[in-house]
């Protein structure tokens, strides 16, 4: 098992930036890719980020690019999600997850073999 605990949501401003936090821990080593997942009301989650981790090479979903950052401290075994530049439509509960996936070209290529998943952290960015 691998328990995932969130942190860092909170209300801001459009414009402004939050860093969400995942600490790991429990068996970590039976994944390979940890990302941060998304979920507006009436709407369907969505994957935001992705980090292989043991390349730490990194995949994003269109909206978000050149905004969000995704991020590791192998020594903690804490991802982080650095957004900058948030917007409304940003607003969401976030969730980590971590699982076993499938490898190409040393990035993590699917967001359907998540199986760990956090508690979730609310982001609010106001207009």
């Known amino acids: 098992q691998v328990q995932l605990v969130e942190s860092g949501g909170g209300s801001v401003q459009a414009g402004g930036s939050l860093r969400l936090s995942c600490a790991a821990s429990?068996?970590?080593?039976?994944?390979?890719?940890m990302a941060w997942f998304r979920q507006a009301p009436g709407k369907e989650r969505e994957g935001v980020a992705h980090i292989y981790t043991t390349g730490s090479t990194t995949t994003y979903v269109d909206s978000v690019k050149g905004r969000f950052t995704i991020s590791q401290d192998k020594a903690k075994n804490t991802v982080y999600l650095q957004m900058n530049s948030l917007k409304p439509e940003d607003t969401a509960m976030y969730y980590c997850?971590?699982?076993?996936?499938?490898?190409?070209?040393?990035?993590?290529?699917?967001?359907?073999?998540?199986?760990?998943w956090g508690q979730g952290t609310q982001v609010t960015v106001s207009s």
């Open positions: 429990g068996y970590t080593y039976t994944t390979n890719c």
């Open positions: 997850a971590a699982g076993s996936s499938s490898v190409i070209g040393g990035y993590c290529n699917t967001w359907a073999s998540y199986n760990y």
